[in-house]
């Protein structure tokens, strides 16, 4: 097996080469290579049917790739179940907000602390002072101080959307991967998940799948576009906007 890109370059946190995955005779990802910076805020577009959620699902390991390798951190994590993916330091959100609604917004948070999440890390667990000042500062980072005692049921779609963001920082992921975060947000909602995505980008990776541009354009450190499952350009945000194979089949659209 030829070395890994991660294995040699300490600042890519993740290395995708020669990635494919096909359904029946439908490659929905076709030998696709690209990698992620340490502390990169990329964000990943493209029309519908383009391979991004696919792609995403590959890395977390919901979907097993036909052919090809992802490197995480120097490790190969492509034939690993989720859950030990989870552990590497890989967090995924989905595209619609996933919390528990019947729990306050404070026991959402306790729940997603890894040391609870074992057999023996659950017995053991108490919502000691550390606990406490953990969830109040990820709930300041992600806007939700003021509304811990709140059932989550009763927050709005981009309050359940920055939850459920806190709900992954909080696990202290290396990688974190959004599908769609502000689908369904307000406009002041977007400008603040946006200050929170830089913000947070000090420390961590983050890949972002995202449709509406001028979102993109005002967090992405580098856009990567793709098509059928291909690459089809990559760059600063003006550039692919530039690009005559982006403006055919995607932003001409």
Known sequence: ??????????????????????????KAVDD???SIDKNELRV????????????LDMICGRTRPTSGEIWFEGREVSRLPEHKIVQAGIG????NPSVYEDLSVFENFEISIPRGQTACGSLAFRRDQEVRERIRAVAGDVFLEEHLDRKAAILSHGQKQWLEIGMLLIQEPRLLMLDEPVAG????????TAELLKRIAHGKSIVVIEHDMNFVKSIANKVTVLHQGRLLSEGTTEMVQRDPRVIDVYLGH
Request: aromatic share 8%; hydrophobic share 40%; proline share 6%.
């Open 32 to 34: 696709l290579s690209l």
């Open 44 to 55: 990943i577009i493209g029309p519908n049917g383009a391979g991004k959620t696919t792609l």
């Open 185 to 192: 947000m307000s406009p002041r909602e977007r400008e603040q």
């Open 92 to 95: 995924r959100k989905f595209q």
């Open 1 to 26: 097996m030829a070395e890994p890109l991660g294995a040699v370059d300490e600042d890519k946190v993740l290395f995708i080469k020669n990635l494919t995955v096909a359904f029946g005779g439908f």
